[in-house]
């Protein structure tokens, strides 16, 4: 009896000795988390842009679209060419590839449109590796580079004049990207009223957007989704505009303000 006990006194004192040397034996190693994303700490800004005000004329108002991808939304543009509604209409080589015939109206008619790059492949002019709204940005200088003289080249080649203005995807930027499309020469079109939050609203809440616009603002909508219902907001809100007797503007005919130094 008194041997069975010492048998098992000794065999309960190795099992932790057990455990330990095996802990020794097989050193610690951790998992390997993914590294922190450079860009968390990276400032991006959405600039706002204003035209000059009329004073005690009529409300002045700079409309500007977005063609980003995809299609033409007859809804606005007939309401453009048919109410003779200057705009200005940022276009993408994407979306350039699939609208000849909407390109072909855009060059008709050179008093109503005044077209500007949206870039190449509607990319975020962002520098630095990151998402934005879900999009990958453009990552590098290089790149951002690429996303503007891309969108531009494309522009000359179809019969467009050089481009002076650049609206990059989603309208937000590093402040490096800001300085970089500045120093290529071209000014950054921000804007002051969301008109459409990227064509995703419905047709009233589009008008209380448009119906929200002031003296000198820049209102941002999108051309190119004609199967939204935001475009039926946008085509009943220039009218409405209109009836009150609104200056339309584009932005190369009216000197203006931007912030974040996207214009002076």
Known sequence: M???????ALLLAAVPAAFAAESVAKPVVWPQLPPKAPASSVKLVEPH??????????????????????????RILSTLVDQHIPATIFVTAR??????????????????FELEDHGQNHIPA?????????????????AVAQEVKGGSDAMIAAGIPQPHWFRGATAKYSLSAIAQIRGMGY???????????????????VEKQYASAKDGDVII?????????????????????????????RLQDIPEQGDDDTTN
């Open 95 to 112: 979306w350039l590839r699939t609208n000849p015939e909407t390109l072909a109206v855009f060059l008709a008619h050179p008093d109503i």
């Open 187 to 205: 000014r950054i079109a921000g804007y002051s009223v969301n008109g459409d939050s990227g064509s995703l609203l419905p047709a009233k809440m």
């Open 2 to 8: 008194n041997r069975f006990l010492l048998t098992s």
């Open 126 to 142: 962002v520098d630095i590796p990151t998402k934005v709204y879900g999009i990958p940005a453009a990552g590098s200088p290089q």
């Open 49 to 74: 842009l204003h035209v000059n005000r009329a004073g005690k004329g009529a409300p002045r108002i700079a409309l500007t679209f977005d063609a980003c991808m995809g299609k033409t939304d007859p």
């Open 221 to 249: 909508s999108h051309i190119n989704q004609p199967t939204h219902a935001a475009g039926e907001g946008v085509a009943a809100s220039i009218l409405a505009l209109k009836a009150k007797g609104v200056q339309f503007v």
